[in-house]
């Protein structure tokens, strides 16, 4: 596949699509190599990655659960239980963060939080070019303090997704994409 085949081919694929194989702990290593060529500010290198599979992403569920039970004290048993299950669509998730370097003299918050995002967005390309299906989600739990201070991040840090992965269960219908020429100004 050559890159431009890569790029225009990618799609997201629902998590509960998802299912084994997954790439192991070595190919993992080898794509992430791909979110080491994000572009980034003084070579901060904010982004950080968990790979999260099998029972351990009971742990996960465990979290999600528990921290909508602190924010939300009258969360009803069938939300709390959604919520523990999330983790459960796929095979693997990735919780992906940015490690914030606060008063940064030249690089302000939200240019790490652009720098992991790309990364995170060089990981689902590798994921793809290596036959790979993946999704990126947020939802509430990325925007808890439970949940980041439960996954070892600090208030200052931002987690900007969950990358689910696996391969999809069956062929995925071809999205159709915007007209480019709808979002270019030439000057
Ligand atoms: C930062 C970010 C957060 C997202 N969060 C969610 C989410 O919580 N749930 C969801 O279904 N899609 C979410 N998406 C969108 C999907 O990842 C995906 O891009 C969308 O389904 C369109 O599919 P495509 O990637 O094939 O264009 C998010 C995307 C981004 C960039």
């Known amino acids: 596949m050559d890159a431009m085949e890569c790029l225009l081919g990618r799609q997201s694929t629902p998590a509960a699509n998802l299912v084994e194989p997954t790439p192991c702990d070595e190919e993992i290593l080898e794509l992430l190599r791909a979110a080491m060529r994000a572009p980034d500010h003084g070579a901060l290198r904010p982004w950080r990655f968990l790979a999260i599979r099998g029972e351990r992403r009971k742990v996960l569920g465990d979290i999600f659960a528990d921290s909508l039970v602190k924010r939300d004290p009258d969360a009803k048993v069938e939300e709390v239980e959604k919520a523990r299950g999330k983790p459960q669509r796929a095979p693997l998730v990735m919780a992906v963060w940015a490690e914030i370097t606060v008063n940064h003299p030249k690089v302000p918050i939200v240019e790490q939080v652009i720098a992991t995002g790309a990364a995170a967005q060089n990981l689902l390309n590798a994921l ?8 990126w989600v947020t ?9 980041k201070c439960s996954l070892g991040l600090e208030p200052k840090d931002a987690l900007v997704g969950f990358i689910h992965i696996g391969t999809a269960k069956g062929p ?8 480019p020429a709808e979002y270019l100004q030439i000057w």
């Open 128 to 135: 793809h070019a290596g036959g790979y299906q993946a999704i």
């Open 139 to 147: 939802g509430a739990p990325c925007y808890d303090e439970n949940v």
């Open 172 to 179: 995925m219908p071809i999205k159709k994409r915007p007209n």
